[in-house]
């Protein structure tokens, strides 16, 4: 690991300003993705920014019936809380999924939100790799792809978005506070906070320079019935081969978005008209222009039977 230096900021605006002053800053909060990818020299910030004391972990009910996420939440205690789990099921159920109890226990929900992807070839240094040096080129195209995207890929990049959380937020349409350097405050729809790789797949967010995320805020609840189903290769502590969050009306209508099939939460809003005529109908949808590799295209028959079983238990 590389030496960095280190302040502990004492409000979101001072750890804006601070990031946005300081070239190679980095915010720290839980630290689970970051420490990381400091030990591996993926990540190598000179400067780190300690948010974990601006009072940014509670959570709150908003004046119209949603609640309000503290971005320093611990996953650990939002699945847990009693209004997610009436309201929210589906982001309890994902946050479940996630990581381990002892990763759940430290991880924020600002961080995994922004969380970075697992491709092995990111991980690895000595191959290329346009997240880690743009224009380097993607070993991930042309090699072992089976855990990759499948659709929204481009020429750069076909690494996937490792979140659960993120995928349930996306079909609850969560949005995003966050503060700037100057002060100023904006809201961010979740839909649109991760951006699709194109030609520039380092840039993995639409949050500027020096931006903090501060809360994340879930509007009124829908209702439904609200499932979590989450396909890997192993029991727990794996990322998702396919993951499907649903809320699924008595009327059959619905919401669905996918995880393991893009570099964002994968939802297409005009998919889901489909629901009533069942899986097949709305996964035709979701994947239109798809692009799997040899290796990585049953993700596409996976994902329309994970979520016509989600169809089915939904409605009974």
């Not at 601070?18 to 990381?36: M, P, Q, S, V, W």
Request: charged letters at 25%; one cysteine or more.
């Amino acid at each position: 690991m590389r030496a960095f230096s280190y302040e502990r900021a004492h409000s979101p605006a001072e750890a804006a300003a601070a990031a946005a002053r300081t070239d190679g800053a980095k915010f720290i909060a839980g630290g689970t993705n970051l420490l990381d990818l400091m030990k591996l020299e993926i990540e190598a910030p000179n400067h780190l920014i300690d948010v974990n004391h601006l009072g940014l972990d509670r959570i709150e009910p908003t004046p119209d019936g949603g609640l309000r996420i503290g971005a320093l939440v611990r996953n650990t205690d939002l699945a847990a809380d009693a209004r997610v789990r009436r309201d929210y099921a589906v982001l309890s159920r994902a946050l479940l999924a996630g990581a381990s109890g002892q990763l759940r226990n430290r991880a924020t929900t600002a961080g995994n939100l922004l969380q970075r992807t697992r491709c092995p070839y990111f991980y690895d240094t000595n191959q290329p790799c346009n997240k880690r040096h743009p224009g380097s080129g993607c070993a991930a195209i042309g090699g072992f792809s089976r855990q990759h995207a499948v659709v929204g890929v481009s020429d750069a990049c076909i690494a996937t978005h490792p979140s659960d959380m993120a995928v349930a937020m996306r079909a609850l349409d969560a949005t995003v506070e966050t503060v700037k350097p100057d002060g100023a405050t904006r809201n961010i729809p979740i839909a649109e906070l991760h951006r699709l790789p194109g030609d520039t797949p380092h840039i993995e967010t639409t949050l500027e320079p020096g931006e903090l995320i501060s809360a994340v805020t879930l509007p009124k609840p829908v209702g439904g019935k609200q499932i979590y189903r989450k396909v890997r290769d192993r029991a727990s502590y794996a990322f998702a081969l396919v993951s499907v969050a649903a809320i699924v009306q008595p009327d059959g209508s619905g919401r669905v978005a996918l995880g393991g099939v893009a570099h964002k939460p994968w939802r297409i809003e005009a998919a889901e008209a489909a629901l009533p005529r069942g899986a097949q109908a709305v996964t035709e949808k979701l994947f239109e222009g798809a692009k799997p590799t040899r290796e990585n295209a049953f993700k596409l028959t996976l994902a329309e039977r994970t979520l016509g079983a989600v169809l089915t238990e939904a409605r009974g």
